[in-house]
């Protein structure tokens, strides 16, 4: 079953704003069976917003539209549709009751604009609005079912979860996508591409997306079956081949984030972790504690960016910054093991590098980073050289320090 | 001059990602007078493609497509448009060579499928792709302009910049778009719109859009008009009247961050700062690090989780913590002080709080954050009840803490 979505408003076509409100109806309509073949971005024009609605019940069984609901002149999906489809728009009498109750309320006379919100297309199915004012509306009409939904998020995802979910459930569509989330650290997109790509052709029954985002990346394989045995199997024969070629880099096929297992990490080995970063600016630190209780295992973080706070707050011998320079294997090692020292944690990291885009020389080049790690046994080191800008060197650093503690639980033995 | 932008790739219609390409080049449209004023985004499916396109020649004058030129199968933008205009696909002989050429540069012979990144539609103006191989197609037809890009973004930033723009701008459109770009702090979205709604009525010539971005709030005026001297006193006056409203929350006119602004102040007044902070645990000093040169007046910072490293690292009295609390006035203002001292910062920033989703109680509630400020003539402390998640909670928390570095230098002779 094939599906369009209409998202209505005209800041979506601005520079500054795109619709997000299709991904979580995409998300939602993919697990009931119904596969989007089409999205559209109107505005408030009114032969747009027609010739829109007229397009998507030719091309798909089921358009889905959010926005353009709300009381004013621009809000003209309800009498787009009516007009389009030869039908009359009727006062529903308990969304009428709900607006005139929310005015009263305050004291107030209800403004007659408000009441075109009751407003809904003869014969629709009127979809209450938990969150709001304007209901949704469920037509069926010309062998297509049509839905209109507010563009609030928040009263869009109640409606879909409430009302509308309920109903596309019930036409029993026995085709469904099956997918999985898999996070890699350690390698760049197009690395990931690379290796990936040649499965692709072998297993061209499914589809893989990849996406490079703030928290990593991450391949999404999906497949359309109506056999779910034979879906799942696929799948994961699939992944079973991806991380053949991606091996310790693949961190998690259930969207697990290295943050996450981090955190499993230390709790499950009850230990403790503090932090000395330089480069990395805090940000270290930060993903270490965007994880509610983290403060069961984080012990906290100094972020030295001058040699002075490196010597004052962490130890680090002051000769062996003037013999090796700030960022240095050494550093990075004598950060990691001060740091625990310090605060008496497990483990402790340090990172020290260059960001840029100033500050880089020959010798040591902006993107140029050294992660130390110790425990009670020692510490060791590992020096990178990551591309890109001052933004993308803070997040692969980040990355790949949060990677060094997951490695040093899941392979000890092993020197990194 | 109206436009539309199609934007094809079968993962834009999955969960995980959507178009963002448009946002870049919608903004690049309105420079050149070009209004947006529908987007498709469609998959490889054949009759989905051509009938987005076909309506799009329906509707606007100007339609920029992005993707579907790579060289396999589902690549399907270049045969769907010539089909449609009924005109043939011929081989551009300079692209070609280059594909050849590149293959010969790695010993290879060219597989005959990529010849296909050579085929052009007859009659179409070739842009070459400076970093790619498909090249960019301008075509003129049924009195529209029909322009075919890759959707790799550095591939298609790169021929917009080079071909599309300067073809666009020949166009001689005299209508332009003119905006402004406001940012805010210290006020919920929902506060901001409150407070500005009532101007949209009286500048009904302008149009303005309000974005809550991890980087704090933002509103865009805009204003199409011919005559630039118009444009830009109507939209000075609504700046003026929005500044009115918003106060001292409207940090910049020019889209400038709080984190630059931050910079700019400790530059200009020669400036150190140092942080201590506990619940937004890394994410202040990520902030003022994330500044390029941040080096210059960025000490160091303090993530201090636990009692121990308060009193450790930041030198806050134990008696302090056990009596007040370690989420107090008090300890805000002891980390200020106690991380300038340590580290000899013009200024020192303190921040406590309890940013969730446990760990609250009555008296000190999830979102209760304290931020202190020292300098050397003392400190001073603000409370703050923020709502929302842990997220957001840590987000709203160093926002208001820069926010404190900024009035501290802009209004130094009030009690903020």
Redesign the interface.
Known sequence: MKAEIIAVG???????????N???L??EL?QVGI?????????D?P??MR??FQ?AL??AEVVLSCGGLGPTDDDRTRGTVAQLLGRKLIRDEATYRKIQERFRRFNRAMPEINARQALVIEGADVLPNPRGTAPGQWIEARGRILILLPGVPNEMRGLMELEVKPRLARLGVKQRLYSRDLRIVGLFESEVDQRVMPLYAEYSDT?T?I?ATAGGI?L?P?IWSADPAYAQARLDELVRRISLVLGENLISMNGEMIEEIVARLLTENRATIA?AESC???????????I????AY?????????N??KT??VGVPPELIAAKGAVSSEVALALAEGIRK???ATIGVGVTGIA????GTPEKPVGLVHIGIANEHGAREKSFRFPGD??RI?FFASQNALDAVRRHFLFPQRNQ
């Open positions: 005209s800041e979506l076509l601005t520079p500054f704003r795109t619709d997000t299709s991904l979580y995409t998300a993919n596969e989007v073949v089409h999205k559209a971005i109107v505005g024009g032969d747009e010739s829109s397009h030719d091309r589809e997306t996406l991450q999404h999906r932090v990395t600016g805090g940000l270290l630190a930060e993903k270490l504690t965007s509610s209780g983290s403060s984080f012990l906290g973080g100094v972020v030295c960016y001058s002075e706070l004052n707050l310090r605060t008496g840029g885009p100033t500050g001052r933004e803070r």
